[in-house]
């Protein structure tokens, strides 16, 4: 267990040594580039272009388009013009502490804490990341409408799912996950765009399954001293794979002859899909000293504040109560459409987001 010890703590220093350890699982993810820096996040955010530092709406520029016209010496050109929507994008804050009492510290010895603390921190904020990151796409997939630019939500929705775990049937194989799977999930939603697919996120029964089949492969870390560690990545078809057991499941009545069965979803990023900046907290760590509580007692506080742009998709803020958003919040249909221009959407074959359900 850490033990803190406000005395020696250097603020300053230990932001930097945190900043000095790999974050291996984070590193993965971009190296996939489903999550990507976003320069128009730190213009934002960082360098403050907009009044404000919690929200804004930022252009999301229209792919050109138009069919070429003959050059003939005769015929005019009439140029096409392209559109230029708005999509809004966010920043989210979180923190933590822990404490330890004198007294604990006092009856085991003592234990220098960074040693211990720094690893743990990393990877707890790598969970909390992950979190977040799941909460959006609940609250993507969570989108309907039945007219106007919302019927286009619920379009996305339909198309960006291929959901073989429905059926009303005892299960086959034909309600698991399988060889084809993928490429024909990534097909129906992105059709000739279907390429750009770079991550999975998926559940370990479903790894388990595509093990078996012998369709993963698993990726090693080798540290600085050459020590070689699992990281419990894969690769499927060519695609990053992060298993994890807090992909959604869910266990349900289908039909009537299906059962009960429980319902996998696993997640398909492409390139781009998030766009992630880290922006700040003034004060990312700092020590507490309460001499009375329990004896005397030390806290560790650490603070964190990323911004976030999801390709293709606009954060509405329609129902976000301070400002940053919770992750009940983020899971709200409300707070998510397409891009648009008040008009029209973009098309939505160009956002690299899809899921697959299935039975396993």
Known sequence: MAKFDSKTFNPQAFAKYMESIP?????????????????????VFKNNTQTGAVYATIPYYGLISGDAQNYDGVTDLEPEATTTFEQGVFTYGRMMGW??????????????????????????WNAVDQGIILSILKGIFSMTGSSGLAKKNKEFVDKHTLDIGSADVKTTDANLVGPTTLNNAIQQASGDHKSKFSLVLMHSVIATNLENMNLLNYLKYTDANGVQRD???????????????????????????????????????????????????????EMMRDPKTRGGEDTLITRRRNAVSVSGISYLKTSQANNSPTNAELETAANWGLVNDGTNTIDDKVIPIARIISRG
Do not use: C, H
């Open 23 to 43: 974050n291996t699982k984070l590193n993965e993810l971009r190296k996939s580039r489903a999550v990507a820096g976003d320069a128009r996040l730190a213009d």
């Open 99 to 124: 404490t330890e009492a004198d007294f604990s510290f006092d009856v085991t010895g003592g234990v220098d804490f960074m040693a211990n603390v720094r690893q743990q921190i990393t990877e707890y």
């Open 231 to 285: 990281l419990s990545m894969a690769t499927w078809n060519g695609r990053l794979v992060l298993i994890d057991d807090s992909m959604p499941t869910e266990t349900k009545s289908v039909g009537t002859t299906g059962g009960e069965q429980t319902l996998y979803t696993t997640y398909l990023l492409g390139d781009g899909a998030f766009g992630w900046e880290e922006v700040g907290a003034k004060v990312p760590y």
